[in-house]
């Protein structure tokens, strides 16, 4: 039997090409159109970035150094920058523009740019606030509403000025917008910087004693605490005054004619030793037509305090040849037990603490009603022991709260920080001066760091005061309320 016979076919030889100039070019141009594809699908994304990007851009004018001053002078106006596509491009990989401009604009051909910018010029102007201005910007012109240009006073309905009255001022924005323009040599990118002034205006009432409804009705303690402890022994005849609690006089201040704005309420409270007065005549440092604010400023309790029960005074008095002796009052939130001069936290009476937290919730509740028993619509802020009681007040509530904004205070180490509580989401904004001698902050950031390390959200700023007043912050104090006020209600109502 004969083997039958087979040819077996060996595997075809493979053969490697060299790409040649073709081939790498047809990869090259392949790898383009991916890149293409990607810098095409984050122009959305880059959108944002670079509209936010348009008044640094514009100021690369020639001259724009010196615009500051004349920007003070315009009230309305146009003004143009007209910049070349390659020095767009230039700007946009400095370190001025930011990381994410920067990471864009290395891999962005010029073609890419310019049609990520002619996009932009679809969109609607970057709208920015540049704030009021003064008619006496000089030291000697205040922080009043009257210094203000556009400044207008009128009555609200029958009553005379000095009960209510409708408060107006201009406030001044600038509009940016974008476009690109052919040439025959390099694009060109035009610029436009639009100057508009805007008037804001406030009702402000002023709620004085025996011609408004009280605040509050709890009662507190006038005699100090110190005082108190002494009234034991009758042989003192130490006299022990309780009085109504009734927060007055106030300061109300309500939108005029904002029906599209969310409506928010802010409860206000002034440092030791003032009073709400101080602030009728500033509706500008809340309001800058952001949201429908109302805005409610009660005053503290006039009291005695522990640490100052030495301070006597001599007054006239009818009754007493050469007149009496009366131990000093302040209109103060709660006593102080001691005065430490700033270098450390000062005990208090908590009593009176606790009063004047059932006060603030009592009016929490009732401007809830106003706004529909929405709660985080309701704002509450202070300044310096203001700051304190306020906090205090806003971590003891039971129901969420807007939000807190506090200058130049801190947070009690009696104040109760409950983890995961109704206010663990509510935006908590603070301010501190770098030069306050009061409220020190090697020991004010360790009450801070209480609120951080139980997850609040927590926001801290620290800054100075133009005007050089430490603690007793001037009118920065405006800037940085309305600063807070726009973040969180903007938060809120998107």
């Known amino acids: 039997m004969g083997i039958r016979a087979f040819h077996c076919r060996r595997p075809p030889k493979v053969v490697k090409q060299r790409k040649g100039p073709a081939v790498r070019r047809h990869a090259h141009s392949r790898a383009l159109r991916l890149t293409g594809r990607v810098l095409v699908a984050s122009l959305p994304h880059i959108a944002a970035p670079l509209r936010a990007a348009l008044p640094k851009l514009w100021k690369r004018g020639p001259g724009r150094g010196k615009t500051r001053r004349r920007d003070s002078e315009l009230e309305t106006g146009d003004d143009r920058t007209v910049l070349s596509l390659s020095?767009?491009?230039?700007?946009?990989?400095?370190?001025?523009?930011?990381?994410?401009?920067?990471?864009?604009?290395?891999?962005?051909?010029?073609?890419?740019?310019?049609?990520?910018?002619?996009?932009?010029?679809?969109?609607?102007?970057?709208?920015?606030?540049?704030?009021?201005?003064?008619?006496?910007?000089?030291?000697?012109?205040?922080?009043?509403?009257?210094?203000?240009?556009?400044?207008?006073?009128?009555?609200?309905?029958?009553?005379?000025?000095?009960?209510?009255?409708?408060?107006?001022?201009?406030?001044?924005?600038?509009?940016?917008?974008?476009?690109?323009?052919?040439?025959?040599?390099?694009?060109?990118?035009?610029?436009?910087?639009?100057?508009?002034?805007r008037k804001l205006s406030t009702a402000v009432e002023k709620q004085r004693r025996g011609e408004a409804r009280q605040l509050s009705s709890g009662r507190f303690h006038v005699t100090a605490h110190s005082r108190r402890q002494q009234a034991v022994d009758k042989r003192k005849r130490i006299k022990v005054v309780r009085k109504q609690a009734d927060l007055l006089p106030a300061v109300v201040m309500k939108p005029v004619a904002s029906p599209t704005?969310?409506?928010?309420?802010?409860?206000?409270?002034?440092?030791?030793?003032?009073v709400a007065m101080r602030y009728a005549d500033r509706p500008h440092y809340f309001h800058d037509g952001s949201a429908a604010?109302?805005?409610?400023?009660?005053?503290?309790?006039?009291?005695?305090?522990?640490?100052?029960?030495?301070?006597?005074?001599?007054?006239?008095?009818?009754?007493?040849?050469?007149?009496?002796?009366?131990?000093?009052?302040?209109?103060?939130?709660?006593?102080?037990?001691?005065?430490?001069?700033?270098?450390?936290?000062?005990?208090?009476?908590?009593?009176s603490l606790h009063r004047t937290q059932e006060s603030l919730h009592e009016i929490i509740a009732r401007e809830a009603e106003e706004l529909g028993g929405r709660t985080d619509r309701i704002i509450l802020g202070g300044k310096s022991q203001g700051c304190v009681t306020a906090l205090d007040a806003v971590l003891t509530y039971p129901k969420r709260l807007g939000g807190f904004i506090g200058l130049v205070g801190h947070l009690l180490s009696c104040t109760p920080v409950e983890e995961n509580g109704p206010q663990i989401q509510t935006p908590l904004h603070f301010y501190h001066e770098v030069e306050d001698d009061i409220m020190q902050w090697h020991w004010v950031s360790k009450m801070e760091r209480r609120l951080r390390s139980s997850n609040y959200n927590v926001r801290s700023f620290r800054g100075k005061d133009p005007e050089g007043n430490g603690h007793f912050v001037g009118g920065v104090e405006g800037?940085?309320?309305?600063?807070?006020?726009r973040m969180i209600c903007e938060a809120r109502s998107g």
Request: aromatic share 10%.
């Open 87 to 197: 020095s767009v491009r230039a700007w946009l990989r400095s370190a001025a523009a930011g990381k994410a401009l920067n990471q864009w604009a290395e891999r962005a051909s010029d073609l890419m740019l310019g049609r990520a910018l002619r996009q932009l010029s679809r969109s609607a102007p970057l709208r920015l606030r540049m704030g009021f201005r003064f008619q006496d910007p000089s030291q000697h012109g205040g922080w009043e509403v009257s210094n203000l240009k556009g400044y207008r006073e009128t009555r609200l309905g029958r009553m005379p000025l000095r009960v209510a009255s409708v408060v107006s001022w201009h406030s001044y924005w600038a509009a940016f917008r974008v476009h690109v323009q052919k040439h025959d040599s390099e694009d060109k990118v035009i610029i436009d910087r639009q100057l508009l002034t």
């Open 261 to 274: 704005l969310p409506r928010y309420t802010l409860i206000f409270l002034h440092g030791m030793g003032e």
């Open 293 to 351: 604010l109302k805005v409610l400023i009660p005053t503290a309790p006039l009291r005695e305090i522990s640490c100052f029960d030495t301070w006597w005074s001599k007054v006239k008095s009818r009754d007493v040849k050469g007149g009496r002796w009366r131990l000093e009052k302040f209109n103060s939130w709660y006593d102080y037990i001691s005065n430490r001069g700033g270098r450390k936290e000062d005990a208090i009476d908590i009593d």
């Open 479 to 485: 800037a940085w309320i309305r600063k807070s006020l």
